[in-house]
């Protein structure tokens, strides 16, 4: 898994428990299946609505579309949604996008601070080869 992009959302490294890992390492395998049907090109809608099926195939639960209270000082202002929440476990950012940017990145942070989860995977499917789109985003607080 080394080839694959890790961020600290705080700096100091602390890795999640091996259960959450092994899950984390299903979906990527789930998402790379989705890449070598379809291939980069399509909407971020088309690969997720494939990694859903993927995902089911798999056993894997989740949800989709999952609404986030956005807060600011105790009151809420507003609700973002998920595109994947695995397993109540993992948050899944799906983009196709022709670079992932520092922003997507902190939009994974903002969803895992919002949740109180520790891991996120951002995936980006507009590459060539997915291990190269794919992000992992661990949450220390």
Do not use: W
């Amino acid at each position: 898994m080394s080839s694959i992009n890790r961020q600290d959302a705080k700096g100091a490294k602390t890795e999640p428990a091996d259960e959450l890992d092994r899950l984390a390492h299903s979906i990527i395998g789930a998402a790379i299946e989705v890449h070598r049907a379809l291939g980069p090109g399509f909407l971020e809608s088309s690969y997720e609505n494939a990694l859903a099926i993927e995902l089911v195939l798999r056993g894997i639960s989740f949800d989709t579309q999952c609404p986030v209270p956005l807060k600011y000082k105790e009151r809420t202002i507003g609700l973002h949604r998920l595109d994947f929440v695995v397993a109540e476990q993992i948050i899944l950012v799906l983009k196709a996008v022709e670079s992932v940017t520092l922003v997507h990145k902190a939009q994974v942070i903002a969803y895992l601070r919002a949740t109180g989860l520790k891991l996120g995977l951002l995936i980006n499917f507009n590459v060539p080869v997915l291990k190269n789109g794919i992000h992992r985003i661990i949450f220390s607080s």
